[in-house]
């Protein structure tokens, strides 16, 4: 067995000296078996060998352990190293008194060498060869559990601008060579200063910063990585130039989790991206504050919709000679368990952005024609009630059909129903909503263009559009609101605007009424009708019940005029 194992196997002494090896062993390190005996085991130690390979080794010499394992290097005849799985144990006589030790050497040189290329593919991106997204958390938490009080960390994290461009056009041979040599930019650009570079997957990399000394290290470190990375570069012939967007964020370890630093730095990526790309973002607090009061509020809104927390309440428009109640507008409120009531700017856009808008305009519009059912009767001459359409309604073929369906469920004349656009959703509009609108003023429901002056005001579509009001936006009033004279351009831009509206055969209501001077002013200028908080502010239907005598349409004309508004 001694002569013909595949494994090294070496006797010697407990002086240290080698008194027999088998071929397998000279075959191993290279040195002959006469060699081996000319020398002591002490010879075959190797420099990088540690301290507990000396410790292990004396305690089995001298009888105080019987066998040991490790892995150790040895070095060859030829100066080559090799590392083996050497196991020594210690052979005693019939007594038990150590006598000999016995040496098993196995080559694992090729072993621990897919070992180590195992273990760094498992820990390193295999494209560009920068640390992978799993090396890159273990690093993070490390850095975290083992913070000093007052150690603080940073992350610069970046996509590339227009990347999926570059493969659909170039190919994605073309984009794996980007990729590495945006690799090797953001390497040469921390080279030297331990910063740890990371590819996170398809064209993200982020930059750990341990120590960071403040926000002022991680912007210069963006603009170095932006400005690397815009260089152009050759790439299989063809000139490519690409740009990046870096959401940078610093803190105090203390401050924050690393999953936490990790999202604030993705949600600042976010922000550079959205402001324009080719550029970095400082992560805001506040700002984050919004956006994650955002995203829970658009989590929680389809149930809000399908339960009873959307609610609508209603604002009085007046007409400006008598005082007399024109209509209300229907302003829908979320009644959130956790936040209150909140307006729609709290929320309409996440509808819009999720989809939700046409069911939540449909909503509302239902609520709407049942309240003034209840309010104004169906007479088509009593006061209306005036319901906002998003841009993404009119552009879906169930509108004909849900208002038709409102009004027939409430039973609402067409005439009491009024829907209000905003101007660009009308302004170079589609075959099909063009076609919508006409149907609905077929049917005899009122359409008004709301905020009107913040848009395109181009009378060519006003005037082939079926509109009968024009809604005029609050910030024209702004400086007709004080007694002193007003700005006399001012005074005849509003006045000129609702000229042009009744030369189209249009009424005007006024937006944003906060004064009495404003509606001196408005009625001397012949405007129709107005809204705003010195005529009545917004209020949920059973307060604006007990305000305001809704069965009527004059107010009583014995009551001075500024009564009759702050009434």
């Given at each position: 067995m001694f002569e013909g194992a595949t494994i090294g196997i070496g006797i010697g002494d407990l002086d240290g000296r080698i008194l027999e090896v088998n071929p397998a062993l000279v075959r191993l390190l290279g040195y002959s078996a006469d060699d081996f005996r000319r020398r002591q085991v002490r010879e075959f130690m190797h420099s990088g060998d540690i301290d507990e390979v000396w410790r292990l080794y004396g305690e089995l010499v001298r009888g105080q352990r019987d066998h040991f394992r490790l892995e150790k290097q040895f070095l060859r005849s030829t100066g080559e190293s090799v590392w083996t799985d050497l196991t020594v144990s210690l052979l005693r006589d019939g007594h038990g008194r150590p006598r000999y030790q016995l040496a098993l050497i196995h080559d694992v040189t090729a072993l621990r060498q897919l070992r180590r290329q195992l273990e760094f593919e498992a820990h390193h991106d295999p494209l560009t060869g920068l640390a992978n997204r799993k090396m890159f958390l273990g690093r993070l938490g490390q850095l975290f559990?083992?913070?000093?009080?007052?150690?603080?960390?940073?992350?610069?994290?970046?996509?590339?601008?227009?990347?999926?461009?570059?493969?659909?056009?170039?190919?994605?041979e073309v984009g794996d060579q980007l990729?590495?040599?945006?690799?090797?930019?953001?390497?040469?650009?921390?080279?030297?200063?331990?910063?740890?570079?990371?590819r996170l997957g398809g064209d993200e990399f982020v930059v750990l910063v341990a120590g960071s000394a403040g926000s002022?290290?991680?912007?210069?470190?963006?603009?170095?990585?932006?400005?690397?990375?815009?260089?152009?570069?050759?790439?299989?012939?063809?000139?490519?130039?690409?740009?990046?967007?870096?959401?940078?964020?610093?803190?105090p370890i203390a401050d924050i989790e690393p999953v936490e630093l990790l999202r604030a730095a993705d949600m600042t990526l976010y922000w550079a991206k959205a402001d324009g790309k080719s550029q970095w973002a400082l992560f805001d607090p506040e700002r984050d504050a919004r956006d994650l009061t955002r995203y829970s509020l658009s989590s929680a809104l389809p149930a809000a919709l399908a339960g009873k927390d959307l609610v609508v309440h209603y604002q009085p428009i007046r007409r400006l000679a008598d005082g007399s109640l024109r209509g209300v507008e229907a302003l829908v409120r979320w009644n959130h368990p956790r936040m209150g009531l909140l307006g729609?700017?709290?929320?309409?856009?996440?509808?819009?952005?999720?989809?939700?808008?046409v069911a939540l305009g449909r909503h509302v519009l239902q609520a709407a024609?049942?309240?003034?059912?209840d309010w104004f009767g169906t007479d088509r001459g009593s006061p209306f009630v005036s319901v906002n359409l998003a841009s993404r309604q009119l552009r879906e073929e169930s509108l004909i059909d849900d208002v038709r369906q409102a009004l027939d469920d409430s039973g609402l004349h067409p005439q009491q129903l009024q829907?209000?656009?905003?101007?660009?959703?009308?302004?170079?509009?589609?075959?099909?909503?063009?076609?919508?609108?006409?149907?609905?003023?077929?049917?005899?429901?009122?359409?008004?263009?709301?905020?009107?002056?913040?848009?395109?005001?181009?009378?060519?579509?006003?005037?082939?559009?079926?509109?009968?009001?024009?809604?005029?936006?609050?910030?024209?009033?702004?400086?007709?609101?004080?007694?002193?004279?007003?700005?006399?351009?001012?005074?005849?831009?509003v006045a000129s605007m609702i000229s042009m509206a009744?030369?189209?055969?249009?009424?005007?209501?006024?937006?944003?009424?906060?004064?009495?001077?404003?509606?001196?002013?408005?009625?001397?200028?012949?405007?129709?009708?107005?809204?705003?908080t010195h005529l009545g502010a917004a209020a949920d239907p059973a307060e604006l019940s007990r305000s305001l005598d809704l069965r009527h349409d004059p107010l009583p004309a014995a009551l001075p005029l500024e009564r009759q508004w702050r009434r």
């Amino acid at each position: 067995m001694f002569e013909g194992a595949t494994i090294g196997i070496g006797i010697g002494d407990l002086d240290g000296r080698i008194l027999e090896v088998n071929p397998a062993l000279v075959r191993l390190l290279g040195y002959s078996a006469d060699d081996f005996r000319r020398r002591q085991v002490r010879e075959f130690m190797h420099s990088g060998d540690i301290d507990e390979v000396w410790r292990l080794y004396g305690e089995l010499v001298r009888g105080q352990r019987d066998h040991f394992r490790l892995e150790k290097q040895f070095l060859r005849s030829t100066g080559e190293s090799v590392w083996t799985d050497l196991t020594v144990s210690l052979l005693r006589d019939g007594h038990g008194r150590p006598r000999y030790q016995l040496a098993l050497i196995h080559d694992v040189t090729a072993l621990r060498q897919l070992r180590r290329q195992l273990e760094f593919e498992a820990h390193h991106d295999p494209l560009t060869g920068l640390a992978n997204r799993k090396m890159f958390l273990g690093r993070l938490g490390q850095l975290f559990a083992g913070a000093a009080s007052g150690s603080r960390a940073g992350l610069c994290y970046l996509d590339l601008d227009g990347f999926k461009a570059v493969n659909d056009t170039l190919g994605h041979e073309v984009g794996d060579q980007l990729l590495v040599a945006i690799a090797q930019r953001l390497d040469n650009v921390t080279s030297g200063r331990g910063h740890l570079v990371a590819r996170l997957g398809g064209d993200e990399f982020v930059v750990l910063v341990a120590g960071s000394a403040g926000s002022a290290q991680l912007i210069a470190l963006a603009e170095e990585i932006l400005a690397a990375v815009a260089q152009p570069l050759q790439l299989d012939s063809r000139q490519v130039e690409i740009t990046a967007s870096v959401g940078v964020v610093e803190r105090p370890i203390a401050d924050i989790e690393p999953v936490e630093l990790l999202r604030a730095a993705d949600m600042t990526l976010y922000w550079a991206k959205a402001d324009g790309k080719s550029q970095w973002a400082l992560f805001d607090p506040e700002r984050d504050a919004r956006d994650l009061t955002r995203y829970s509020l658009s989590s929680a809104l389809p149930a809000a919709l399908a339960g009873k927390d959307l609610v609508v309440h209603y604002q009085p428009i007046r007409r400006l000679a008598d005082g007399s109640l024109r209509g209300v507008e229907a302003l829908v409120r979320w009644n959130h368990p956790r936040m209150g009531l909140l307006g729609p700017e709290s929320f309409v856009g996440l509808a819009e952005q999720s989809g939700l808008i046409v069911a939540l305009g449909r909503h509302v519009l239902q609520a709407a024609c049942r309240q003034a059912r209840d309010w104004f009767g169906t007479d088509r001459g009593s006061p209306f009630v005036s319901v906002n359409l998003a841009s993404r309604q009119l552009r879906e073929e169930s509108l004909i059909d849900d208002v038709r369906q409102a009004l027939d469920d409430s039973g609402l004349h067409p005439q009491q129903l009024q829907l209000e656009i905003i101007e660009s959703a009308v302004i170079g509009t589609d075959p099909l909503t063009d076609y919508t609108l006409h149907a609905l003023a077929d049917m005899g429901v009122r359409l008004a263009i709301d905020d009107f002056g913040t848009g395109y005001s181009n009378l060519t579509y006003l005037r082939r559009l079926p509109l009968d009001e024009l809604k005029l936006d609050g910030s024209f009033l702004h400086e007709l609101r004080h007694s002193r004279e007003a700005d006399p351009i001012d005074m005849r831009l509003v006045a000129s605007m609702i000229s042009m509206a009744h030369i189209l055969q249009l009424t005007v209501t006024a937006e944003g009424i906060e004064t009495q001077a404003q509606v001196d002013r408005l009625v001397a200028m012949g405007c129709d009708a107005g809204q705003g908080t010195h005529l009545g502010a917004a209020a949920d239907p059973a307060e604006l019940s007990r305000s305001l005598d809704l069965r009527h349409d004059p107010l009583p004309a014995a009551l001075p005029l500024e009564r009759q508004w702050r009434r």
